[in-house]
């Protein structure tokens, strides 16, 4: 089907406008029936574009019939693929913990959430730098609105530290297009790719400063070090079912750093290449230890959970920093892994501080929670998964990124950092654990059943824990492939277009989309 | 005419980067407008200056670049968009804190305050 690649942008957005009118704005019972039906929809047609891209190759899509490097194209090829699908079923799994109750602590919480996602997929999805720019717009403006969810001075103050942060982000992004755009000529990634190793020597220089630009851009997004200190509060302020959806706002950074410094600044850019590299390696390692420090010293669990985020962060980075195939398909891995994880902790931190009264999830000794067991054995989950203990998903990433690493001189570093924060996490969590479930005083409120669409939205995405260690051949199998079609020097000119060019498509987001 | 161009980018820019690291919403707000005003005049240097240039094939010897016209619209409307938002933000963040700072506390000044201090804060 040609048309598949621009679904997963086409029905959030479709399903955010409708929501917006009469028979369904009305009623929030009737919004959520049709905000998960469109959800679970989208998961669908996520996994079916994944297996098309996985097995016809990747598909390009020209929006309104420009071809390429003149109109904008959208590159469902493997890696964004997975990381559409990897959205779609966060989202699944957040949007129904919010069904159970959270959604209604605003307004237009599932419009917002769907134009979130449709942000969100189409930043993954476009092969255009410019078009890239623009989805990171709708999705952060749907963030600001979704990340105030709820009301109360902790989310204002938060906010408006994010708006501000990311509207200079912003402005810095658009200055590094305009220099790419000045010296390139081109916005389309592939074609800058192959333009960037043909240029002279004052062109080269721009070119560095706008990548680096570029790098800095992303790091903010990605919380990389000198440009972390706005997440944990913001994560940690977000209401739960948003804070779960964020855990992909990272990775989107990660990704662009491994789309624009792996495809356009990779191997093959002449003088230019691997630029960002001598940067990211420390940085990424810093990242790393400031998280860990987080962690340790965080005063309650969501602020934990925050700083786990960091940490992830920074281990994605270092092995985008290792610039090996290997090292690549282990970063993705990881990145589906820490994704729900991540996610679910949040879900389970909401929770825990639901059921604590006034001490919420903070560190200190409270009433004892009504449901122990559900929970905790959800956190324990959670938690070996996160530390990378076996049998879970955590064990198996680190040790492939610790094998990506053998053999190169960062070795020494890697192989102690990835180590220690196991230690670090176990500490702190075995500690965050301890006060939450054991020391506890007061009555034992037994009773309130637990709202069963929070548990299945928890079991959805604690459940990629084991799935990803059961079906961990495949997967990485498949990971494999995406990273080696990254790392490829694989032209996508418009001659070897793999559908043929689309008619006049309205809906597709075009430059003058004014 | 390159010159004078680049100044006045960079003059905006500086401008607006001082500003916004300022400490009140409002402040911040007018950086991010000027600092906005930098890029979209950047981004539209970006497909090089040139005078009685068309951007349409056929009708005139010498071309502009159409693509940085429509870059600068997406980046003007955007940008728009986003400064009513974030104006909307400050008034409710003055709201709900009792004070325009952006970190919801105005900061204990270790001296006594002067008259233009107490007039600002």
């Not at chain 1, 704005?25 to 891209?53: E, H, K």
């Not at chain 1, 979704?146 to 658009?174: D, E, R, W």
């Not at chain 1, 074609?191 to 560095?208: E, F, G, R, Y």
């Not at chain 1, 702190?428 to 409120?445: H, K, Q, V």
């Amino acid at each position: 089907m040609q048309h598949l690649p621009i679904f997963p942008i086409l029905l959030p957005m479709l399903a955010a406008a409708f929501m917006l009118l009469p028979p369904l704005s009305q009623s929030i019972i009737r919004q959520r029936f049709f905000a998960v039906t469109v959800m679970m929809t989208i998961v669908a047609v996520s996994t079916w574009l994944l297996l098309t891209a996985h097995q016809q190759g990747t598909q390009l899509y020209v929006l309104g019939g420009w071809q390429p490097p003149f109109g904008i194209v959208l590159v469902a090829d493997r890696l964004s693929t997975l990381m559409v699908l990897l959205t779609s079923i966060l989202g699944l799994g957040a949007q129904l913990y919010a069904c159970a109750g959270d959604d209604k602590e605003g307004m237009y919480f599932h419009p917002l959430f769907m134009f979130q996602i449709l942000g969100v997929n189409g930043a993954f999805l476009t092969g255009d730098i410019f078009n890239l720019f623009v989805f990171f717009e709708v999705l952060l403006i749907a963030s600001y609105a979704l990340l105030i969810h709820g009301g109360g001075k902790q989310k204002t103050k938060a906010n408006v530290h994010y708006v501000i942060l990311n509207l200079v982000g912003s402005s810095i992004f658009l200055f590094a297009l305009g220099i790419l755009y000045g010296t390139l000529g081109s916005l389309n990634i592939e074609d800058m790719a192959a333009k960037v190793s043909s240029l002279n020597k004052p062109q080269q220089a721009l070119v560095k400063a706008g990548g680096l630009l570029l790098l800095v851009v992303f790091g903010l997004k990605a919380a990389l070090l000198p440009l972390h200190f706005w997440l944990p509060k913001t994560y940690a302020a977000a209401s739960a079912p948003v804070a779960a959806l964020f855990a992909i706002m990272t990775k989107i950074g990660v990704y662009s750093i491994l789309r624009v410094h792996t495809t356009i600044f990779g191997q093959d850019a002449g003088a230019l290449a691997n630029m960002a590299i001598p940067w990211l390696w420390p940085l990424a390692l810093l990242t790393i230890a400031m998280g860990a420090i987080g962690v340790l010293a965080s005063p309650s669990l969501r602020l934990s959970v925050a700083n786990l985020v960091v940490v992830s962060v920074g281990t994605l980075l270092l092995a985008v920093a290792m610039q090996r195939e290997s090292a690549t398909s282990a970063a993705l891995y990881y990145m589906i892994h820490s994704t729900f994880i991540t996610g679910a902790l949040f879900l389970i931190a909401d929770m825990i501080a639901k059921q604590r009264g006034k001490a919420e999830d903070r560190y200190v000794i409270a009433r004892p929670l009504q449901n122990p067991k559900v929970l905790g054995i959800a956190f324990f989950i959670a938690v070996l998964t996160i530390v990378g203990m076996p049998p879970f998903s955590g064990f198996v990433s680190k040790i492939f990124i610790l094998q990506a690493a053998e053999g190169m001189r960062e070795m020494v570093w890697v192989w102690p950092m990835l180590l220690l924060i196991s230690l670090v996490f176990l500490v702190a969590l075995s500690r965050a654990g301890t006060t939450i479930f054991w020391r506890a005083a007061g009555d034992n409120t037994q009773g309130k059943p637990l709202a069963p669409l929070k548990v299945i939205a928890i079991a959805l995405l604690l459940g990629a824990s084991p799935v990803l260690v059961i079906f961990g051949g495949p997967i990485t199998q498949y990971t494999q492939l995406a990273a080696a079609q990254l790392h490829s020097k694989a032209p996508l000119n418009s001659t070897q277009s793999p559908i043929k060019e689309v008619k006049e498509i309205p809906k597709g987001q075009s430059h003058n989309a004014n | 005419m390159e010159v004078m161009y680049a100044f006045c980018v960079g003059l905006l820019a500086a401008c607006g980067f001082f500003l916004v690291l300022r400490g009140r919403t409002f402040i911040v707000v007018m950086g991010l407008t000027l600092l906005s005003y930098a890029v979209n005049l950047f981004l539209f240097a970006s497909g090089r200056l040139t005078l009685n240039g068309a951007a349409v094939l056929g009708q005139s010897a010498q071309y502009s670049d159409p693509l940085p016209q429509a870059l600068v619209l997406t980046a003007i409307v955007i940008g728009f968009a986003m400064t009513a938002f974030l104006v909307i933000l400050a008034m409710r963040s003055r709201a709900d804190q009792g004070n325009d700072h952006v970190d919801g506390q105005i900061p204990a000044r270790p001296v006594s305050p002067s008259p233009i201090d107490k007039r600002n804060g």
